[in-house]
């Protein structure tokens, strides 16, 4: 399984920026699909979800109204549209496959690191101020 992040890089606070993560080597419409970011010094935390099917999406309250997580199911894909962007949203942004039963995320939830099998590479997003 590759999930290979890419779209990041540097801009100004205010600023947008649209990442993109490439799923290959599993079915990707059975795989929930979360965004994770990890700044220096700190631990990763939960950015967005997005179901299997697409139909129902999750964000942190840190990045609600500002970003958008969207799925192409027949692209392998999935997108993290970010706008009105902050130097504290500035860190290494990780996609990740989860693929547990429906019943694990309706007690668990999208935003545990523990819910996804599989994790991308990383794509550095930078804001400056």
């Known amino acids: 399984v590759q999930l290979q992040a890419s779209g990041g890089g540097l801009v100004q606070a205010g600023g947008s920026l649209r990442l993109s993560c490439a799923a290959s080597?599993?079915?990707?419409?059975?795989?929930?699909m979360g965004w994770f970011r990890q700044a220096p010094g700190k631990e990763r935390e939960f950015v967005a979800a997005?179901?299997?099917?697409?139909?129902?999406?999750y964000y942190a309250d840190s990045v609600k109204g500002r970003f958008t997580i969207s799925r192409d199911n027949a692209k392998n894909t999935v997108h993290l549209q970010m706008s009105s962007l902050k130097p504290e949203d500035a860190a290494v942004y990780y996609c990740?496959?989860?693929?547990?039963?429906?019943?694990?995320?309706?007690?668990?939830?999208?935003?545990?690191?523990?819910?996804?099998?599989?994790w991308g590479q990383g794509t550095l997003v930078t804001v400056s101020s």
């Open positions: 990740a496959a989860g693929g547990y039963a429906a019943r694990y995320y309706a007690t668990a939830g999208y935003g545990a690191t523990a819910g996804y099998n599989y």
């Open positions: 080597g599993l079915t990707f419409s059975n795989y929930n």
């Open positions: 997005i179901t299997w099917s697409g139909r129902t999406t």
